[in-house]
């Protein structure tokens, strides 16, 4: 090649020198030799090398070219259409099932933060634990939301997009009780979902553990606090049948009461997760403990302070005793029926409600109740599903509060006549509303007197419904562990992002060439001198 140059290109240009340069030298003369072109002998010394016409047009090729690869940085760069990902859990809860549809950029599998709830779908009746006689009903349940997810989902997404279905306490409680109803159940279940177009998981019960720590997993990924390695949020979930707790505390490190140890590996970070889970303890079942104590007493009426004055209702013993929370507590020789009224009296609950608990054995260094170990709160805490709820409702959210207040609003609240309740509520269902006096009762005294919240530490809660648009709860957290999408160490970044690597590329390509242009002028005047002196 060298060889060709000296042969044909170097005679083209034979004001540079009589003599060809070294081989060496000859590229980097090319330019110089293309771009000035012969000058008139005469011209050699006045005449601008650089405003011959072979210039112009070099310079602007040059031009072109740094043009071209600012385009091609700026389109390769350019925002593409984003391609997604989907995932399907079913939260199948004991008082009802919902369906959460997330998303995620197709490329940012293992990225931090990025899977967020596209969409949610409340399944119509009751929880499928609910359908232990009818197990076929539970899986056409599920239906009218299914046809939903397959219009959130793309179609050509919908053979690689998981579906899950995990039941929780409601599915636990029929286990127990009947094991043959819950596996009916969850064939009932999986033949339905079976036949959608999404790529069916299975259905399977979570353990309390589990719901504990994936919705610490959820609550602290949507905070960005696991990509970040930031301190932890503590996570407090309150169903309809069970309740958890989880928190990172320096105090545990799983050797007091292991049982309660979870252990994570995520980012790069180790967290030793203290969770429990205290089945029956969620609002509905402990609405039927409390219920079960008041009827020992007096089998045929309940004067209940938890109620509000003037509510009065007859309820059945066979509805109230069918649930293994309370089965076996069941008066001897109780008739049908019950009549169950209000005095509206919080003091008077939060007495009664206490009943429910047993804050005296203990066999650990601490306890929360029932003889469960816990260590020591810490750290900031969410609270959510039924903790909102019922806050929310209550107007209760801000802890800013002293709780010596949100006492007396809920005492208030309490003893407002329930037809003033009614009618001041048109639009929330009976349900709802015979309960929330209650239920504030009941999450005052869990927090407090169970899991030791004090006046100042209950400011460190934040009921919370969602995390920058995903609810807060257990199902995230699950289908971020099925499909791998926390690694365990942190990921690899390269040490520029991708834009700003192709500009520094361009501008050091421009700034050599013009290095390049400018280094060559010496030994291009030299060239010029030799010719003339010759
Ligand atoms: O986790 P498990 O124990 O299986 O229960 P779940 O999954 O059914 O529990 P949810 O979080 O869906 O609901 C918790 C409770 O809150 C109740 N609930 C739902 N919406 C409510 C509202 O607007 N006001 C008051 N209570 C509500 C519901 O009936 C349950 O008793």
Redo the contacts with the bound molecule.
């Keep these: 090649m060298q060889d060709l140059l000296t042969r044909f290109l170097f005679p083209m240009c034979p004001h540079l020198s009589l003599s060809p340069p070294p081989p060496a030298t000859l590229w980097l003369l090319l330019p110089v030799c293309l771009s000035v072109g012969p000058p008139p002998l005469s011209e050699m010394k006045e005449k601008n090398p650089w405003h011959s016409p072979v210039a112009i047009i070099i310079t602007v090729i040059g031009v072109i070219v740094i043009v071209a690869l600012v385009i091609v940085a700026v389109l390769q760069n350019r925002p593409l259409a984003q391609k997604y990902k989907y995932g399907i859990v079913l939260?199948a809860?004991?008082?009802?099932t919902?369906l959460y549809i997330y998303e995620w950029p197709a490329e940012k599998d293992n990225n931090t933060g990025r899977v967020e709830q596209k969409h949610s779908c409340k399944v119509i009746g009751p929880?499928i634990s609910s359908y232990a006689s009818a197990p076929q009903k539970a899986g056409e349940s599920l239906k009218a939301c299914m046809k939903e997810a397959e219009q959130w989902v793309p179609v050509k997404r919908h053979p690689e997009t998981p579906l899950y279905l995990g039941a929780?306490?409601?599915m636990r409680l029929l286990n127990i009780e009947n094991s043959a109803a819950s596996d009916k159940v969850f064939e009932a279940v999986g033949e339905a979902l079976q036949k959608s177009p999404f790529s069916y998981q299975g259905a399977r019960i979570l353990s309390g553990q589990e719901?504990g720590a994936f919705g610490w997993v959820t609550v602290n990924y949507l905070d960005d606090r696991l990509s970040q390695g930031l301190e932890t949020t503590g996570a407090l979930?309150?169903?309809?049948?069970?309740t958890q707790i989880s928190f990172v505390s320096d105090q545990y490190d799983g050797s007091e009461s292991p049982s309660n140890a979870v252990n994570f590996r995520l980012y790069g970070n180790d967290y030793e997760l203290y969770t429990h889970s205290f089945l029956c303890y969620?609002?509905?079942q402990a609405q039927r403990l409390k219920l079960a104590h008041q009827t020992q007493s007096g089998p045929n009426a309940v004067e209940d302070p938890c109620q509000h004055p003037g509510y009065n209702t007859t309820k059945k013993y066979s509805v109230l005793y069918d649930s293994p929370c309370v089965s076996n507590r069941k008066p001897q020789g109780a008739p049908a029926t019950f009549l169950h009224t209000g005095t509206g009296n919080v003091k008077q609950c939060q007495d009664v409600v206490k009943n429910i608990f047993n804050f005296t054995d203990c066999k650990y260094s601490q306890c929360s109740f029932n003889g469960v170990y816990q260590p020591s709160l810490q750290g900031p805490f969410g609270a959510f599903?039924?903790y909102y709820?019922?806050t929310s409702?209550l107007n209760l959210t801000d802890t800013s509060v002293p709780l010596e207040d949100v006492r007396k609003k809920l005492e208030r609240y309490c003893a407002t006549s329930w037809s003033q309740i009614v009618q001041e509520h048109p639009g929330v269902?009976e349900k709802?509303l015979a309960?929330?006096c209650f239920?504030g009762t009941y999450i005052l005294t869990l927090l407090t007197e169970g899991y030791n919240f004090t006046s100042e530490s209950y400011s460190n809660i934040n009921f919370i419904k969602k995390i920058k648009g995903s609810d807060a709860?257990w199902t995230l957290g699950y289908m971020l562990n099925l499909t791998n999408m926390i690694p365990a160490e942190a990921p690899d970044s390269p040490p520029l992002p991708h834009a700003g690597y192709v500009s520094i590329v361009s501008i050091c390509a421009v700034v050599i060439f013009i290095l390049l242009l400018f280094s060559l002028r010496p030994l291009w005047a030299r060239h010029c001198k030799k010719q003339q002196i010759v």
């Design positions: 939260d809860g004991s008082s009802h919902a929880g929780t306490a409601g719901e979930d309150l169903g309809g049948a069970s969620g609002k509905d599903s039924a709820f019922v409702f269902k709802y309960e929330y239920s709860g």
